[in-house]
Nanobody, 122 residues
Framework: QVQLVESGGGLVQAGESLKLSCAASGSIGRIDTMGWSRQAPGKQRELVAA?????????NYADSVKGRFTISRDNAKNMVYLQMNGLDPEDTAVYYCNAEIWYYSTGLNRYWGQGTQVTVSS
């Protein structure tokens, strides 16, 4: 079993920054990608950023966060980070870490963390 634990959420004012962290632990196979999604009240969960754990480290960002958010990784620690700058009240949501991990026996599996609340006041 794999556990994803997020940290770093909180309440900030518009224009400020936060950095989210996510640590993966447990029976970890080969991490393919890790990333962040978010869900605001009354809205569907949406992808915020994703990062390949392969050597090319390809990233993917939602249009709404490009230029403001940066995803990074620490392969040795099985961690992924989300630096969020220039936060806007529209960024208020529960942020979820996710990981796609490959196992020889079962193939690619996706895991989710419990989420961390980010609230941006105007």
């Amino acid at each position: 079993q794999v556990q994803l634990v997020e940290s770093g959420g909180g309440l900030v004012q518009a224009g400020e920054s936060l950095k989210l962290s996510c640590a993966a632990s447990g029976s970890i196979g080969r991490i393919d990608t890790m990333g962040w999604s978010r869900q605001a009240p009354g809205k569907q969960r949406e992808l915020v950023a994703a990062l390949a754990f392969t050597s090319n480290g390809k990233t993917n960002y939602a249009d709404s966060v490009k230029g403001r958010f940066t995803i990074s990784r620490d392969n040795a620690k099985n961690m992924v980070y989300l630096q969020m700058n220039g936060l806007d009240p529209e960024d208020t949501a529960v942020y979820y870490c996710n990981a796609e991990i490959w196992y020889y026996s079962t193939g690619l599996n996706r895991y989710w963390g419990q989420g961390t609340q980010v609230t941006v006041s105007s």
